[in-house]
């Protein structure tokens, strides 16, 4: 069996708490064969992942493999593998297979994947649900990261912590329409 990413010969290998994949030493991907990853799992419990884990986790600094950005065809059954974006600041994505449910993952996704909490259930990283909530807490992220630049990080956890306050707030749209007149007013 050879590597979906650099076609070099594929070694047994083996991951955290002895999940069974085929390691390719060239390029040190993984493939989980998706019976494997189905065992695996059914062992052990199921951490639920949120999209949260990642927001903490957006800086997470990691370095993805050069072979991230190329498709690739399963090395099972040959059908082309989907691709799931993981949207920290350093983005990257994992692979899965639709036909025979096996996954691929780079150098180092595995670890990232882990760490997120996100390695017992990574089949929901293919979900159009799951991807639509990745971009809306990616584009939150940025949002926030560019308030911190304008207004620097005491006055924007201030701006963070007020606009906390008003979503709770049963009149809360009403406050924030009063600032927004305000702003207006006085800028004229």
Known sequence: ????????ELANGI????????????????WIPGRM????RSERPAIPSSHDAILQNYDLHYSPSPY????????????????????????F???????????????????VLER????????QIFSGGW???ARASHMNALERQAVIDK????????VFDLAEILVKHPNGDFAAAYLMRRFDRDKS
């Open 151 to 158: 207004v620097g990080v005491e006055m924007a956890q201030r």
């Open 93 to 111: 994505y994992v692979e899965h297979c639709l036909a025979c449910g096996g996954i691929w993952c780079d150098r180092g996704e595995w670890d």
């Open 116 to 123: 997120l909490q996100l390695h017992t259930n990574i089949t």
């Open 131 to 133: 991807q639509a909530q």
């Open 1 to 8: 069996m050879d590597c979906p990413k650099c076609r070099s």
């Open 15 to 30: 991951l955290s708490d002895l999940l069974l994949t085929k390691h390719c030493p060239e390029c040190d991907g993984e």
């Open 68 to 91: 991230d950005t190329k498709a690739a065809n399963c090395p099972e059954c040959r059908s082309i593998m989907a691709r799931g974006k993981i949207s920290l600041k350093q983005p």
């Open 37 to 40: 990853y189905q065992a695996w």
